[in-house]
């Protein structure tokens, strides 16, 4: 097995390449290296200067790739192959990635006949190469820095490395030459790893492949370092994430989505490393493996993240990372006990025509492509090793070999069972091949038993006669590697195909696609919004009507209460001034009657005030509420004689009353102490009135406060102002009426002192000299601090030029005058509020 001279290298291959050449040529060179493996696969033919010159002269050649096994390429693409990218793919850019394979794909020509030029092969051949479809499996061998430094002494004798010609020689006694489809140097750097052995195949996966890629090789040969890389020289994983989002950077037609898990398998036991330590008092839930038709072999429960850009997948990652087992070993201070299994799964649609953030609605309406699910597995595997000293590591060797080991049997099988399947008996082919003795081969399953596209990468350190590498028998670890390698590029037989499309709609319910999954939810949570947002609307439209009516109703209610409120001040003032009419009325009477010094025209205009007066107070005596005296004044009031008004006026009680009615001086004339009762009343009315003005004002003042805290959508400000204005004129209504009350309080002391005045003059029955008496009267009407109304009153015609009982009529006729004045300025005041109200009123019926 294995050996073989049937294939043909480019002799471009031949020539040794410069490691420090710029990047872009070496890159080219690899392209073209790996052009020659391919043209070497398909012709089955090798130069024999080559073979003399790689392996020298009597070391049979042994190539992992007979001319007579060359697994099927998907052709559907004008790509067929894993071919390296051109060199412009270390470019991180979307467009750097996809355009370089299709790039390499263009110019592959160009490159080729740049070959041709120098040697190389036919155009033909190549073309008949990528139709045979080899490069589904990729194995390449990675050859470490000898950690002792010795590379370039014995090794050199011993072992042989070309990269060129993807070679590995060994002439020591298991001898041969080994032909990979990539051989990288001691020199070569992770880029070019990722480059030649990952790049295509990680684009296939975007595509829709599954592609799954893992390192093996000895403990401490590089495994990790290959996949992970460092900071400073990023390994296959981050190169892939990064060539990941290049690509759906690239691909606007197409939607995707990632999910990334992480597991390791440890002592034949699998772990979440993204689940993250268990709670206190509970056991982390054991990974168990599962198989299903659509999904084939997987892990569960298992941790997925969705994933939305580079650095979140490394977040993720690294986070795993942190979490696998490492520990110390013989060979290597940071050794991954573990095989480790990074899976991405990628998810991707075609965009709906037209659809954009603008077009949701849109797009929502049409049906989306299907969903294609497609899986990158990127493995780093623990490495084989000798049984160690250690029990633990002794144990966890124990099951890596095992594991590693079951791996090797069943790729070793893989060609028996190549040969059952084109006899059709795959009963057969499923009781031989012992995937499930490991759970690493029974995860593996799926990619080595053909679903896959497959890189294998083999990491070998070759250890000179007398380096530290060969006193660890590192070589027969290294040919074992080597032999692993040839057996799994023999073997593994891969007829990958595009994953098929899950039909859209829900279709397929138990679909996985999460893209699917999610533009569903998307769906339904869009139409709930849409209900949500026309339930919303309705109930705000129902609360705004509801609002407007309250509104509606609470200023009706205002208005009644304004119109109420203006009535009942309309009443309460006619009321009023019904009775002080009726005592202004009985005033004039007495005076008419009894008040011998009267100007003529004072007199007729008396006359005439009685005359409506009377009138008014017998329309008026219905409605009218006034105190005890007023009132039998009243009903008395239009009976009564002329002659004999005044006893008719303040009533027949008998007593003082009777003297009183009858007048002090028995003509009938009003004594001063009933028009001070009189005006007491006519007092007390007053202060009721203006105690029911403020009631209804503060009612107002209540209501409108209430009002306005209750008019939150927006203010009324007409109406406000209204009521201020109300408010205004009530407050200046009440000012009025207080002073007015003042006056009177004025005109009641000024009467009494006038009145003790007389009673002190009386007895004596001597009226004072005219001079004396004007001195008197001034000093008295000074005295009691009379207003100004009283103060021109008493500076007119004044009755002291009267006798002593005309004087007292004179008082009282003074008084009247102020009163039938402060009536008529009522009436006035009356006649405009009442205009005014009704103006408010027409206006608040207005609006
Ligand atoms: N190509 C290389 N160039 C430079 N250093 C390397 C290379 N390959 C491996 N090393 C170094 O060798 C050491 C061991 O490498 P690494 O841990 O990757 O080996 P491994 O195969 O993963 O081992 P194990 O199976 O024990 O985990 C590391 O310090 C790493 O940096």
Same mark, same amino acid.
């Given at each position: 097995?294995?050996?073989?001279?049937?294939?043909?290298?480019?002799?471009?291959?031949?020539?040794?390449?410069?490691?420090?050449?710029?990047?872009?040529?070496?890159?080219?060179?690899?392209?073209?290296?790996?052009?020659?493996?391919?043209?070497?696969?398909?012709?089955?033919?090798?130069?024999?200067?080559?073979?003399?010159?790689?392996?020298?002269?009597?070391? !049979?050649?042994?190539?992992?790739?007979?001319?007579?096994?060359?697994?099927?390429?998907?052709?559907?693409?004008?790509?067929?192959?894993?071919?390296?990218?051109?060199?412009?793919?270390?470019?991180?850019?979307?467009?750097?990635?996809?355009?370089?394979?299709?790039?390499?794909?263009?110019?592959?020509?160009?490159?080729?006949?740049?070959?041709?030029?120098?040697?190389?092969?036919?155009?033909?051949?190549?073309?008949?190469?990528?139709?045979?479809?080899?490069?589904?499996?990729?194995?390449?061998?990675?050859?470490?820095?000898?950690?002792?430094?010795?590379?370039?002494?014995?090794?050199?004798?011993?072992w042989?490395?070309?990269?060129?010609?993807?070679?590995?020689?060994?002439?020591?006694?298991?001898?041969g030459?080994?032909i990979?489809?990539?051989?990288?140097?001691?020199?070569?750097?992770?880029?070019?790893?990722?480059?030649?052995?990952?790049?295509?195949?990680?684009?296939?996966?975007?595509?829709?492949?599954?592609?799954?890629?893992?390192?093996?090789?000895m403990?401490?040969?590089?495994?990790?370092?290959?996949?992970?890389?460092?900071?400073?020289?990023p390994?296959?994983?981050?190169?892939?994430?990064?060539?990941?989002?290049?690509?759906?950077?690239?691909?606007?037609?197409?939607?995707?989505l990632?999910?990334?898990?992480?597991?390791?398998?440890?002592?034949?036991?699998?772990?979440?490393?993204?689940?993250?330590?268990?709670?206190?008092?509970?056991?982390?839930?054991?990974?168990?493996?599962?198989?299903?038709?659509?999904?084939?072999?997987?892990?569960?429960?298992?941790?997925?993240?969705?994933?939305? &850009?580079?650095?979140?997948?490394l977040?993720?990652?690294?986070?795993?990372?942190?979490?696998?087992?490492?520990?110390?070993?013989?060979?290597?201070?940071?050794?991954?006990? &573990?095989?480790?299994?990074?899976?991405?799964?990628?998810?991707?649609?075609?965009?709906?025509?037209?659809?954009?953030?603008?077009?949701?609605?849109?797009?929502?309406?049409?049906?989306?492509?299907?969903?294609?699910?497609?899986? /990158?597995?990127?493995?780093?595997?623990?490495?084989?090793?000798?049984?160690?000293?250690?029990?633990?590591?002794?144990?966890?060797?124990?099951?890596?070999?095992? &594991?590693?080991?079951?791996?090797?049997?069943?790729?070793?099988?893989?060609?028996?069972?190549?040969?059952?399947?084109?006899?059709g008996?795959?009963?057969d082919?499923?009781?031989?091949?012992?995937?499930?003795?490991?759970?690493?081969?029974?995860?593996?399953?799926?990619?080595?038993?053909?679903?896959?596209?497959?890189?294998?990468?083999?990491t070998?350190?070759?250890g000179?006669?007398?380096?530290?590498?060969?006193?660890?028998?590192?070589?027969?670890?290294?040919?074992?590697?080597?032999?692993?390698?040839?057996?799994?590029k023999?073997?593994?037989?891969?007829?990958a195909?595009?994953?098929?499309?899950?039909?859209?709609?829900g279709?397929?319910?138990?679909?996985?696609?999460?893209?699917?999954?999610?533009?569903?939810?998307?769906?339904?949570?869009?139409?709930?919004?849409?209900n949500?947002?026309?339930?919303?609307?309705?109930?705000r439209?129902?609360?705004?009507?509801?609002?407007?009516?309250?509104?509606?109703?609470?200023?009706?209610?205002?208005?009644?209460?304004?119109?109420?409120?203006?009535?009942?001040?309309?009443?309460?003032?006619i009321?009023h001034?019904?009775?002080?009419?009726?005592?202004?009325?009985?005033?004039?009477?007495?005076?008419?009657?009894?008040?011998?010094?009267?100007?003529?025209?004072?007199?007729?205009?008396?006359?005439?005030?009685?005359?409506?007066?009377?009138?008014?107070?017998?329309?008026?005596?219905?409605?009218?509420?006034?105190?005890?005296?007023?009132?039998?004044?009243?009903?008395? &009031?239009?009976?009564s004689?002329?002659?004999?008004?005044?006893?008719?006026?303040?009533?027949?009680?008998?007593?003082?009353?009777?003297?009183?009615?009858?007048?002090?001086?028995?003509?009938?004339?009003?004594?001063?102490?009933?028009?001070?009762?009189?005006?007491?009343?006519?007092?007390?009315?007053?202060?009721?009135?203006?105690?029911?003005?403020?009631?209804?004002?503060?009612?107002?003042?209540?209501?409108?406060?209430?009002?306005?805290?209750?008019?939150f959508?927006?203010?009324?400000?007409?109406?406000?102002?209204?009521?201020?204005?109300?408010?205004?004129?009530?407050?200046?209504?009440?000012?009025?009426?207080?002073?007015?009350?003042?006056?009177?309080?004025?005109?009641?002391?000024?009467?009494?002192?006038?009145?003790?005045?007389?009673?002190?003059?009386?007895?004596?029955?001597?009226?004072?000299?005219? !001079?004396?008496?004007?001195r008197?009267?001034?000093?008295?009407?000074?005295?009691?601090?009379?207003?100004?109304?009283?103060?021109?009153?008493?500076?007119?015609?004044?009755?002291?030029?009267?006798?002593?009982?005309?004087?007292?009529?004179?008082?009282?006729?003074?008084?009247?005058?102020?009163?039938?004045?402060?009536?008529?300025?009522?009436?006035?005041?009356?006649?405009?509020?009442?205009?005014?109200?009704?103006? /408010?009123?027409?206006?608040?019926?207005?609006?």
């Amino acid at each position: 097995m294995g050996r073989t001279s049937g294939h043909t290298t480019s002799p471009l291959s031949l020539s040794a390449t410069p490691e420090d050449a710029p990047e872009g040529q070496r890159s080219a060179r690899s392209s073209r290296s790996s052009i020659g493996s391919t043209t070497r696969d398909s012709t089955g033919r090798r130069s024999s200067s080559n073979r003399t010159k790689v392996a020298g002269p009597g070391i !049979p050649l042994r190539s992992p790739l007979p001319s007579s096994r060359l697994p099927d390429w998907p052709l559907e693409a004008n790509n067929g192959l894993l071919n390296p990218p051109s060199p412009r793919s270390r470019n991180s850019s979307a467009h750097g990635s996809y355009a370089s394979a299709t790039t390499f794909e263009d110019i592959g020509e160009e490159i080729f006949i740049a070959d041709a030029v120098s040697g190389g092969i036919p155009a033909t051949d190549r073309q008949s190469a990528q139709k045979d479809g080899n490069g589904n499996v990729i194995v390449s061998v990675r050859v470490r820095p000898d950690a002792g430094g010795n590379e370039g002494g014995k090794t050199e004798v011993e072992w042989m490395v070309d990269g060129r010609k993807s070679l590995v020689s060994y002439r020591g006694r298991e001898g041969g030459e080994y032909i990979y489809d990539n051989v990288f140097t001691a020199h070569d750097n992770n880029a070019k790893v990722y480059d030649s052995a990952a790049k295509r195949l990680v684009r296939r996966v975007m595509e829709g492949y599954h592609g799954t890629v893992f390192a093996y090789g000895m403990t401490g040969t590089g495994k990790t370092f290959s996949m992970q890389g460092t900071a400073t020289s990023p390994g296959v994983i981050p190169l892939a994430i990064t060539d990941i989002f290049s690509f759906i950077r690239e691909s606007p037609h197409r939607e995707f989505l990632l999910r990334v898990s992480y597991l390791e398998i440890y002592n034949e036991k699998i772990h979440d490393l993204l689940a993250g330590p268990p709670m206190a008092g509970q056991t982390q839930e054991e990974v168990k493996l599962r198989e299903d038709s659509k999904r084939g072999v997987y892990a569960t429960p298992l941790k997925e993240e969705i994933v939305q &850009s580079p650095t979140q997948l490394l977040r993720v990652i690294a986070r795993g990372d942190n979490a696998r087992r490492v520990s110390s070993t013989q060979y290597n201070a940071r050794s991954s006990r &573990s095989h480790a299994v990074v899976q991405i799964v990628v998810e991707s649609r075609d965009r709906v025509p037209g659809s954009g953030t603008l077009h949701e609605s849109k797009r929502a309406a049409l049906a989306p492509g299907g969903v294609r699910v497609s899986t /990158l597995s990127l493995i780093d595997l623990a490495g084989s090793e000798r049984a160690a000293e250690n029990k633990e590591r002794r144990t966890e060797g124990g099951h890596i070999n095992k &594991s590693l080991l079951t791996l090797g049997t069943v790729i070793a099988r893989l060609s028996g069972d190549k040969e059952k399947e084109s006899s059709g008996n795959t009963a057969d082919k499923e009781k031989h091949l012992p995937y499930r003795d490991s759970k690493l081969t029974r995860l593996l399953q799926p990619a080595l038993s053909g679903n896959s596209l497959v890189s294998i990468l083999c990491t070998v350190q070759l250890g000179s006669v007398g380096s530290v590498a060969s006193a660890n028998s590192h070589t027969g670890e290294t040919l074992n590697t080597l032999k692993f390698a040839s057996r799994a590029k023999n073997n593994i037989v891969s007829h990958a195909k595009k994953a098929e499309e899950a039909l859209p709609n829900g279709a397929d319910a138990g679909s996985r696609a999460l893209l699917d999954r999610y533009r569903m939810e998307i769906q339904e949570l869009r139409k709930q919004l849409e209900n949500q947002t026309r339930e919303q609307t309705n109930a705000r439209d129902e609360e705004e009507e509801r609002a407007r009516e309250l509104e509606a109703e609470q200023r009706h209610e205002e208005q009644m209460l304004e119109m109420q409120l203006a009535r009942t001040a309309l009443k309460e003032r006619i009321e009023h001034l019904n009775r002080l009419i009726l005592s202004s009325k009985s005033l004039g009477v007495n005076a008419n009657r009894s008040f011998g010094y009267q100007p003529r025209e004072s007199l007729a205009s008396n006359n005439d005030s009685h005359i409506v007066s009377q009138r008014s107070s017998t329309a008026s005596r219905a409605t009218l509420e006034v105190p005890n005296l007023n009132r039998k004044s009243s009903s008395s &009031s239009g009976d009564s004689p002329p002659s004999r008004p005044f006893s008719n006026t303040l009533g027949a009680e008998p007593g003082s009353e009777e003297e009183d009615s009858i007048g002090e001086y028995g003509d009938g004339t009003a004594t001063q102490a009933a028009q001070i009762r009189a005006l007491q009343a006519d007092l007390a009315d007053r202060n009721r009135y203006i105690s029911t003005l403020e009631l209804r004002l503060r009612q107002a003042r209540r209501s409108s406060n209430s009002r306005v805290t209750m008019a939150f959508h927006k203010p009324q400000l007409h109406e406000e102002g209204g009521a201020e204005a109300l408010l205004k004129e009530k407050d200046a209504e009440i000012a009025e009426l207080r002073a007015r009350l003042d006056d009177k309080d004025r005109m009641v002391t000024a009467l009494r002192t006038a009145a003790r005045q007389r009673d002190i003059a009386s007895p004596s029955k001597e009226a004072p000299a005219l !001079p004396e008496r004007r001195r008197i009267s001034a000093h008295r009407s000074q005295s009691s601090g009379a207003s100004e109304t009283q103060k021109k009153t008493m500076s007119g015609p004044l009755p002291l030029l009267l006798p002593e009982k005309e004087s007292a009529g004179g008082d009282v006729d003074v008084m009247t005058r102020m009163i039938d004045s402060m009536m008529s300025d009522n009436g006035v005041l009356l006649t405009r509020k009442s205009s005014r109200r009704t103006s /408010l009123r027409t206006g608040s019926e207005g609006r």
